[in-house]
């Protein structure tokens, strides 16, 4: 019965990860972060778990519950660093006062344009054509299109040979 107990708890932590990463990429999070906040959620309720358990305060205990009082706060410095530090889900990158700014975004290898214009216009000067990806941060298919520009060398190479736009759904 303890490893049913130990695989339900394994299934339970998936789909909780799973539910904090849909929930949290939908108020702008990176996947870094959103790991960053589970990890750090675990360790503190792990933490105050082992510390709410037993009043014995032999030597031993105490030590484990000094141990354990430090991975809670540990765990809830590194849930307040992913909480307070603003997580700026696109990298915007614009040009000096004296030209017009053209505001584009880049994700690992790949450049995007974030102004329809501008693309045309880079399009038009290359002859290329524009692919477009409307994005929102509450999409399951745009995260995983998303993790699919970072990690498919097929369709990064693919996606080099045209003018990238990406539109975001603000609503």
């Known amino acids: 019965m303890k490893?049913?107990?130990w695989a339900l708890g394994v299934l339970i932590l998936y789909f909780s990860y799973t539910y904090l990463e849909k929930g949290l990429s939908g108020y702008g999070f990176k996947l870094e972060h959103i790991q960053l906040v589970f990890f750090g959620a675990l360790l503190v309720l792990y933490s105050l778990y082992h510390l709410w358990e037993g009043e014995?305060?032999?030597?031993?205990?105490?030590m484990e519950k000094s141990?354990?009082?430090?991975?809670?706060?540990?765990?809830g410095l590194v849930l307040a660093h992913?909480?307070?530090t603003p997580?700026?889900?696109?990298?915007?990158?614009?040009?000096?006062?004296?030209?017009?700014?053209?505001?584009?975004?880049?994700e690992?290898?790949?450049?995007w344009y974030l102004n329809r214009e501008?693309?045309?216009?880079?399009?038009?000067?290359?002859?290329?054509?524009?692919?477009v990806d409307f994005f929102a941060y509450w999409?399951?298919?745009g995260k995983e299109f998303e993790h699919l520009t970072l990690t498919d060398r097929g369709l990064i190479n693919s996606l080099k040979k045209v003018v990238l736009l990406k539109i975001y759904d603000e609503e």
Request: proline share 3%.
């Open 87 to 106: 997580s700026s889900s696109a990298n915007l990158v614009s040009a000096t006062a004296a030209t017009p700014a053209i505001a584009t975004e880049t």
């Open 3 to 5: 490893y049913v107990q």
């Open 139 to 141: 999409c399951a298919n």
């Open 118 to 131: 501008d693309a045309v216009k880079a399009a038009h000067e290359q002859g290329k054509p524009i692919f």
């Open 56 to 62: 014995d305060m032999h030597s031993a205990r105490r």
């Open 82 to 84: 992913c909480v307070l």
């Open 67 to 75: 141990l354990f009082a430090l991975f809670a706060l540990v765990g």
């Open 108 to 111: 690992g290898k790949l450049t």
